[in-house]
Nanobody, 128 residues
Framework: QVQLVESGGGLVQAGGSLRLSCAAS????????MAWFRQAPGKEREFVAA???????YYTDSVKGRFTISRDNAKDTVYLQMNSLKPEDTAVYYC??????????????????????WGRGTQVTVSS
């Protein structure tokens, strides 16, 4: 069993930056595809970014050029560097892990049903 714990959320002004971390425990996640999702009040959980074990990354269009997902396999930790934050980025951010070793297209990883493990989330609030 894998446990995921997010940290790094908080309150920031528009244009500011935050770095989220997702620490995994229970077993190594170095071969897993890791992702970040977010959920704003009254909205469905949406895909933000994913990183495969190869290092390939995928992003939703609204964060391309502003957010960067990365991983440190030695620490079993995934990061989300968020720059140029906007009020519409306000949400609870969740870390997720997909244990499958199969290769799928990028659109596959945008689906919440793909992921086997989830963290409890960290709140990000961007003020205007």
């Amino acid at each position: 069993q894998v446990q995921l714990v997010e940290s790094g959320g908080g309150l920031v002004q528009a244009g500011g930056s935050l770095r989220l971390s997702c620490a995994a425990s229970g077993r190594t996640v170095s071969t897993y595809t890791m992702a970040w999702f977010r959920q704003a009040p009254g909205k469905e959980r949406e895909f933000v970014a994913a990183i495969r074990r190869s290092g390939s990354t995928y992003y939703t269009d609204s964060v391309k050029g502003r957010f960067t997902i990365s991983r440190d396999n030695a620490k079993d930790t995934v990061y989300l560097q968020m720059n140029s934050l906007k009020p519409e980025d306000t949400a609870v951010y969740y870390c997720a892990a997909d244990r499958s070793l199969a290769y799928y297209s990028s659109t596959y990883y945008t689906q919440t049903s793909v992921y086997d493990y989830w963290g409890r989330g960290t709140q990000v609030t961007v003020s205007s």
